[in-house]
Nanobody, 123 residues
């Protein structure tokens, strides 16, 4: 059974940092892995994604320069280092994986999902 388990969310203040971790079990993912987020009343959006080999990545415009994604294929994990957090970063963050394939921007292209971890940034 494939599982993606996120950890690392929490309540922080503006300007603080958090590191989200996603551990995958049940199979090795040969495709893109990404982090989405969903704030109340908003659609789920891609925050960042990284290619299977870890040599290509994508960031949403409002997190570029503040967030960094990485993956360790030997450990089947993907990390999202978040710095200079802002209240507008508040959301549930989801880890997602594609079975195969390159970076895609929409949730429907991802095959597996974690349960989500709450990130709350207070002003």
């Amino acid at each position: 059974q494939v599982q993606l388990v996120e950890s690392g969310g929490g309540l922080v203040q503006t300007g603080d940092s958090l590191r989200l971790s996603c551990a995958a079990s049940g199979r090795t993912f040969a495709g893109t892995m990404g982090w989405f987020r969903q704030a109340p009343g908003k659609e789920r959006e891609l925050v960042s994604a990284i290619s299977a080999a870890g040599d290509a990545w994508w960031y949403a415009a409002d997190v570029k320069g503040r967030f960094a994604i990485s993956r360790d294929n030997a450990k089947n994990t993907v990390l999202l280092q978040m710095t200079s957090l802002k209240p507008e970063d508040t959301a549930v963050y989801y880890c997602a994986a594609r079975s195969t394939g390159d970076i895609e921007y929409f949730a429907r292209h991802y095959d597996y999902w974690g349960q989500g971890t709450q990130v709350t940034v207070s002003s």
